[in-house]
């Protein structure tokens, strides 16, 4: 069974980082694209950044520069660095493999 867990979510201060981490299990996710969404309050879900198997990666505009996707296939691990976090950065963060997602981990930027 394949899961996914995230990790790395709190509060941080505008202008802040913070480093997110989703571990899979289940089966090895190295030939597959991961993604990282996030849903605010009162929005809906969005895709925030993704990371093909070959390491390609694409963004969405309002975190372009700011946040970096990587993976370690070693580890079946994904990460988002997001750095000079700003408030509408707040939500909950979920990874996303192969149409599965983890419970998400909240992200809150106090300003």
């Known amino acids: 069974q394949v899961q996914l867990v995230e990790s790395g979510g709190g509060l941080v201060q505008a202008g802040g980082s913070v480093r997110l981490s989703c571990a899979a299990s289940?089966?090895?996710?190295?030939?597959?694209?991961m993604a990282w969404f996030r849903q605010g309050p009162g929005k809906e879900r969005e895709l925030v950044a993704r990371?093909?198997?070959?390491?390609?990666?694409n963004y969405a505009d309002s975190v372009k520069g700011r946040f970096t996707i990587s993976r370690d296939n070693a580890k079946n691990t994904v990460y988002l660095q997001m750095n000079s976090l700003k408030s509408e950065d707040t939500a909950v963060y979920y990874c996303?493999?192969?149409?599965?997602w983890g419970q998400g981990t909240q992200v809150t930027v106090s300003s």
């Open positions: 289940g089966r090895t996710f190295g030939s597959y694209a």
């Open positions: 990371i093909t198997s070959g390491g390609s990666t």
């Open positions: 996303n493999v192969v149409g599965v």
